[in-house]
Structure formats: structure tokens, C-alpha cells
């Protein structure tokens, strides 16, 4: 049997993650993204898929970030029919976050109509909701550690990865006619001192390694989240601002509403009012009642409430009281989405905010190229916000060391509980020119045999096994 890997994204940037697999006749896809961020990427998402969908026997899922699930409503739209195997809160969180892709698309798409700035006359959503309700019933969800057959001869295992509610490092067994190998998805990594996520699972073995790149060439400042976020908010009070922080509804959120929550109890911060405005963060937030067994928090559900509950938390849950916070002028910390500022409610608020120069915006989370969030960290002085140039007064603040990702350090001693190199190490998920440094510091401290793939460059992994 002949096992071959064909990458559909995931290279050379944090975005559009898919790797195909041909093990012997049985065609499987590991995670299906959404491209994001740069045009040139995005442009991918709209072109034929490079494989027929309706080949692909099956998908793993490593977690529910719409970069690595994001096209599986395209993917099943265009005949992908088989299962789609992921961990008990990723199939919970994926329905949050495929129906909240599904309308971003469908209100890009009708803003640009109304708005005419499209070139195209009629521009139609990458997919809809309609489409996407049919991926669910794809769906197979399965715990942590357990051994999930996929076919007669391949089996996987799903271990935590400590980067999300359910992330998953994938084992992957084959068993060949004469030889058994291994392939270890790393998916993306947690952080080693998460205060809600357990670490990523140490992995002693493998022969083919996917491991991500994101923070490679990076150590996250050893800072103090909460010190940190200290400042900013008293910093923002005392300007007589408001505190903006656009977040991933998933995971950054219940982090950030966790700092606020020891930060206000021990009188760090002003008891102010705290928004949570992003309905998909509201549902994400009890799917962490739900799984507690998924992380490290209490696991008693009022327990766990109380760890991100502030004196005056609310949950904003229609656009009408979403627009009415722009009334608000000071003493308020608004928490909204999208994470990378690309679409969603915070998008409003942005626009009202920027120009006031009394009021912070602080970037919380990694931001991809080509994204509103990295036009901010890099300085710009407009963003493009709903067609128009707004111009950015207010204070733009960044901290890393909220990161879900884990950095160079993590990387590294993950990688380091390995007992002997794979025979082949491919560097994924991460932006050059950092990526290239991480893969030759792979090489130069582990000795390991390490290639960082192209778009759509295609690998021999076994022969004849
Ligand atoms: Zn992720």
C-alpha cells in the first residue's frame, strides 16, 4: 500500500488548513478551511477545490476554528457525502461556527449588493445557511482518547490539545500488508499555563509529523495576562474611554471574562459594566457548562459561572441593544467578534470608535495577514470599515500573552517528547518569513528531517508498506 499527502492549504500561512490523504485507495481529508485574511488566499476558497469533494471518503477535524472547517459547507455543497470525525464540544462548537460563517457570507454578500462596492452585479454568499445545516449530519463526535476505526485499515485517536474547548492532536494508525505506521497531526497547541485549558498531550511517537508554525519563530512575553490587562483598563477609565476588545467568541472570550472576574474581586479595576457582545460567545459559554470534563475549571457548573461572572456582565443579544452601546461614552468594556476584526458586530463598534481618541482598542489574539487586526498592529492610519476610510484616533494596545497558541518555547519541548525523530517532519500553519526560520531551527536543535510545503505540492509518504 502506498500512502501520498497533497496540501490543499495550511502553507505558508495560518489559514485554509487541508491536507489530503491517499492511503491506499482511501481518500482522506485532515481539517477543511476557510482561507482568510489576504485577497489572493480568499480568492481560494471561490476556485473549483482542487480535488472532486465527492472522491474523499472521509475528514477529520483537529478543532472548530473556522480556519480549519470553514469550506466543509463548500466542500459537502459540491458532493462530499461521507463522515466527518471530531471530538464531542467540536461537533457543539462547529454548529455555532458554521452557521456564523454561513452568515457573514450571506451579509457580506448583501451589504455588497445594497452598497454596490462589489464588482460583481449580483454577489452571492461562498455558501449559506442552507448549505451549511448539511454538514452537520455528517458529523461523528467522539471523546478524547479514544480509538475511532475510520476504515479497515486506518484507526485515529483524538488527544488534547489544550488550545481550545476539544482541539485535538490526531494519532492516525495504518495498518499496511506488511508494516503498521503513524502519522501525528499536531493541530494547533495550546499553551502550557492556560488558566482553563489543560496542556497539550505529549506525544512520544511518530513517523510522519504535521506540526504547526504558528508562534514558531515567536516567544509570547512571559507577561502577566492580568497585569497587563490591568494597565489597559485603568489606563482607558482614567482617559475617560471605553475598552474595545475584539475576541474570538470561543475561548479568548472566557479567558478575557475570567481575568476581569479576579481583576474587579480584588479591586485591581473599576467595577465596571462588562458586554459580551457576540451571540456566538454567549452559546460557546455554556458549552463549557456542558463539557467540563474538556477542561480544567471547576468542575461544578455554578462553580465555573461564578470564575467568569462580573458585578455588572452582560450578554448582548440583539443588534438593537448592540447599537444602542454606541451611546455609551465612558467606563465600559465592550468584548465582541470576530477575533480577527473581519466581520461581525465588533465591526459596528469599530466604527463608531476608532475616531475617538478617548477610547482603546485592544488586539488580544494572533492576527493574520491581510486582516483589519494586523492593519492596526501595523500602524495604519484608516481602517476600511463598511466601505469608507475610517480614521483611527483611539489608542490601539496589544497583548500576546493571552495567546491560545502556543510559542517557539511550548513548540519546542512538545517536540521534544518525542524518543526519535519522525522520518519526516512538514511545518504547516504558520507565515514566512518566520515559518522558514522555524523549520532550520527544527532542523538545527533536533536534527530532525524537516520540509515546508508548498500550495498544492504533493509527498510520497510510504511505499509499498
Ligand atoms: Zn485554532
Not at 457573514?104 to 454577489?123: D, F, T, V
Not at 495577514?369 to 483611527?392: A, K, N, Q
Request: aromatic letters at 10%; one cysteine or more.
Amino acid at each position: 500500500m502506498n500512502v501520498k499527502v497533497k496540501f490543499l492549504g495550511g502553507t505558508g500561512t495560518v489559514t485554509g488548513s487541508r491536507f489530503l490523504l491517499d492511503i491506499g485507495d482511501f481518500r482522506l481529508l485532515f481539517d477543511c478551511g476557510l482561507f482568510q485574511g489576504l485577497k489572493e488566499l480568499r480568492l481560494r476558497n471561490w476556485e473549483v477545490c482542487p480535488v472532486d469533494p465527492a472522491t474523499i471518503h472521509a475528514v477529520v477535524i483537529s478543532h472548530a476554528h473556522i480556519d480549519h472547517t470553514g469550506y466543509l459547507p463548500k466542500l459537502v455543497k459540491e458532493g462530499f457525502s461521507g463522515p466527518i470525525y471530531c471530538t464531542q464540544p467540536s461537533a457543539d462548537l462547529m454548529e455555532l461556527m458554521l452557521l456564523d460563517s454561513a452568515k457573514l457570507q450571506e451579509e457580506e454578500a448583501s451589504y455588497a449588493a445594497a452598497h454596490a462596492y462589489s464588482k460583481h452585479e449580483n454577489p452571492l454568499p461562498l455558501y449559506t445557511t442552507q448549505d451549511t445545516q448539511k454538514v452537520f449530519s455528517l458529523l461523528q463526535d467522539h471523546p478524547f482518547n479514544a480509538k475511532i476505526r475510520i476504515s479497515e485499515k486506518i484507526e485515529i485517536i483524538f488527544r488534547n490539545a489544550g488550545h481550545l474547548l476539544g482541539a485535538a492532536i490526531t494519532e492516525l494508525f495504518i495498518t499496511g500488508d506488511g508494516q503498521s505506521k503513524k502519522i501525528v497531526f499536531s493541530g494547533d497547541l495550546g499553551r502550557t499555563h492556560d488558566v482553563i485549558l489543560s496542556p497539550p498531550t505529549p506525544i512520544d511517537e511518530a513517523d510522519i509529523l504535521f506540526v504547526e508554525s504558528t508562534y514558531g519563530n515567536k516567544d509570547n512575553p512571559a507577561g502577566n495576562p492580568a497585569a497587563e490587562l490591568q494597565r489597559v483598563i485603568n489606563n482607558t477609565v482614567s482617559n475617560g474611554g471605553v475598552l474595545l476588545i475584539p475576541a474570538f467568541a470561543v475561548g479568548r472570550t472566557q479567558v478575557l471574562l475570567h481575568y476581569l472576574h479576579v481583576l474587579m474581586k480584588d479591586d485591581k479595576v473599576p467595577d465596571i459594566p462588562v458586554y459580551i457582545d457576540s451571540p456566538m460567545a454567549t452559546s460557546a459559554t455554556y458549552l463549557y457548562y456542558k463539557f467540563p470534563q474538556y477542561h480544567k475549571v471547576k468542575f461544578n457548573q455554578s462553580e465555573f459561572a461564578r470564575q467568569l461572572e462580573t458585578n455588572m456582565l452582560v450578554f448582548v443579544k440583539n443588534s438593537k441593544h448592540s447599537k444602542s452601546l454606541n451611546e455609551i461614552k465612558r467606563n465600559a468594556i465592550i468584548i465582541s467578534s470576530s477575533g480577527m476584526m473581519t466581520g461581525g458586530r465588533i465591526l459596528h463598534h469599530m466604527y463608531h470608535r476608532l475616531r475617538n481618541k478617548q477610547d482603546t482598542l485592544l488586539i488580544a489574539g494572533y492576527q493574520a495577514e491581510g486582516t483589519r487586526g494586523r492593519r492596526l498592529m501595523d500602524g495604519e492610519p484608516t481602517i476600511r470599515i463598511f466601505g469608507e476610510e475610517v480614521p483611527v484616533n483611539c489608542k490601539i494596545e496589544c497583548m500576546t500573552a493571552l495567546s491560545g497558541h502556543a510559542d517557539r518555547d511550548e513548540l519546542f519541548a512538545w517536540m521534544k517528547n518525542f524518543k526519535k525523530p519522525p522520518k519526516l517532519t512538514f511545518t504547516i500553519h504558520g507565515e514566512n518569513p518566520d515559518l522558514g526560520i522555524y523549520a532550520q531551527a527544527i532542523r538545527d536543535q533536533l536534527k530532525w528531517n524537516v520540509v515546508s510545503p508548498q500550495y498544492l505540492e504533493s509527498f510520497e509518504l510510504f511505499n509499498g508498506i
